[in-house]
């Protein structure tokens, strides 16, 4: 069955830490790794990564994929407050229709 | 452009009667997917859809669940005789063409008393 996992649960940091984000899957014929920001709401989309090796980036985030060891990490750089969340990573199949997403990790950033 | 809109927002019901959550897409997309997220747990793939077709329905419960997209007006989500285990949050989120990224709504949270 195709998996996603992330870690860690949860993590507890101070504003200006630097935090990495997991997720590692088991998925037949990966097609699309995605990351979401979820706070009290919808989530809402970071990255679409699809090419090993290609960062991407937006401001103090960034996220990169390694499709020969199957996983990706979310960097997220001089946290702010506003980064707490829970954050999460879905991973689409060649084949299917659903994109499958992992428990998440529940950022939270102290002043 | 108004991202995805679900309503309502709230949603209280007693054991046995019909849930109905609506979903309208983002301007220009024709894909839509349920999904419902429990306490502590990932989402969860419920249906896919496009206009007047469901494509996969196949994490839907076969009972009691049902979904549409019609031609013309939002996405519904049936429940009927709901029980108090349906009670999650229910997302809604649509996308331009097939597997692209997908846009997410509020979601609808179901409390069955």
């Known amino acids: 069955e195709d998996k996603v996992v992330q870690s860690p649960l949860s993590l507890v940091v101070h504003e200006g830490d630097t935090v990495t984000l997991n997720c590692s899957y088991e998925v037949t014929n990966f097609r699309s790794l995605l990351w979401y920001k979820q706070e009290k709401k919808a989530p809402t989309f970071l990255f679409m990564l699809t090419s090993s090796g290609i960062e991407k980036k937006s401001g103090r985030l960034s996220s990169i994929l390694d499709k020969k060891e199957l996983f990706s990490i979310l960097n997220i750089t001089a946290t702010q407050t506003g980064d707490s969340a829970i954050y999460l990573c879905?991973?689409?199949?060649?084949?299917?229709?659903?994109?499958?997403f992992g428990t998440g990790t529940s950022l939270t950033v102290i002043p | 452009n108004a991202g995805v809109m679900q309503n309502p927002r709230h949603l209280v019901r007693r054991r046995g009667q019909e849930a109905r959550l609506r979903c309208s897409p983002m301007k220009g997309h024709s894909h839509v997917y349920w999904y419902r997220q429990l306490p502590e747990e990932g989402l969860k793939f419920m249906v896919y859809l496009q206009k007047e077709n469901i494509i996969d329905e196949s994490g839907m419960p076969k009972e009691r669940f049902s979904a549409e997209f019609p031609k013309e007006g939002p996405s519904i989500l049936r429940i009927q005789q709901v029980v108090r285990g349906d009670s999650a949050a229910y997302f809604c989120a649509s996308s331009q063409r097939f597997f692209e990224k997908l846009f997410f709504g509020s979601g609808t949270q179901l409390s069955v008393l």
């Open positions: 879905a991973v689409a199949p060649n084949t299917g229709n659903q994109f499958y």
